[in-house]
């Protein structure tokens, strides 16, 4: 079993469009994230959330918003994408904020 | 601001020579340190980690150095093998931070040579 995987692993799109990313860990982790992987491999923290907060890097557009149905998913959310979006974006998930991080495969999305 | 960078953006060492990959961090509250492994495709992988109370951790072919008095970390690979040619990236952790998440450095990109 896949501990952290996320649909779709790849997602092209055009300019303007709504689209999400899913997320889903079987670890039974307390925390879930979302990296962004820029063209030169930089990892940067877009957000991270369990059941009790989100803390959002002020550096993310607020057409990002993160969805957690439930302690085992967090989906992300993107509206009116841009060009400059097109990146890889990698789920992760933890125990607790003080562990190691699992990640998923990511995602790469090109926006057209 | 706080950082973590590396030394040498690619690295290239032949096949069952030892590689050393160099990290600097400039937050000296950070507590924990992990090293990660990313293959083209997929996502990043631990490899070893390290807690600010501790200036050296052993695993199976690999060994991370912390030397806090200048900021510095260390990921050691013994006897490279071709599997080993990846990503490596260094990440840092405060656990007093105000978001309390891990920051990555910028990678190393190691090629092995048969």
């Known amino acids: 079993d896949t501990a952290v995987s996320q649909t779709p692993k790849y997602l092209v799109t055009q300019m303007g469009n709504d689209k999400s990313i899913k997320c889903e860990q079987n670890l039974g982790h307390d925390t879930m994230y979302w990296y962004k992987q820029d063209s030169k491999k930089f990892l940067k923290i877009m957000f991270s959330?369990?059941?009790?907060?989100?803390?959002i890097n002020e550096t993310v557009p607020n057409r990002f918003s993160p969805k957690s149905p439930d302690k085992a998913h967090l989906n992300l959310h993107i509206n009116s994408l841009e060009l400059g979006d097109s990146a890889v974006y990698f789920c992760a998930s933890s125990q607790d904020r003080g562990g190691s991080y699992t990640f998923g495969s990511g995602t790469r999305l090109t926006v057209v | 601001g706080e950082s973590v960078g590396l030394h040498l953006p690619t690295l290239s060492v032949q096949e069952g020579d030892n590689s050393i990959i160099n990290c600097a961090y400039s937050?000296?509250?950070?507590?924990?340190f992990i090293w990660y492994k990313q293959e083209s495709g997929k996502g990043p992988q631990f490899i070893i980690d390290i807690r600010s109370n501790m200036d050296k951790r052993q695993g199976q072919r690999v060994t991370v150095l912390l030397n806090k008095t200048v900021k510095h970390l260390s990921l050691q690979i013994a006897a490279t093998q071709p599997g080993d040619s990846a990503v490596y990236f260094c990440a840092e952790l405060n656990y007093g931070g105000s978001q309390g998440n891990l920051i990555f450095g910028k990678g190393t990109k190691l090629s092995v040579k048969p």
């Open positions: 937050n000296s509250a950070s507590d924990y």
């Open positions: 959330y369990n059941n009790k907060e989100l803390i």
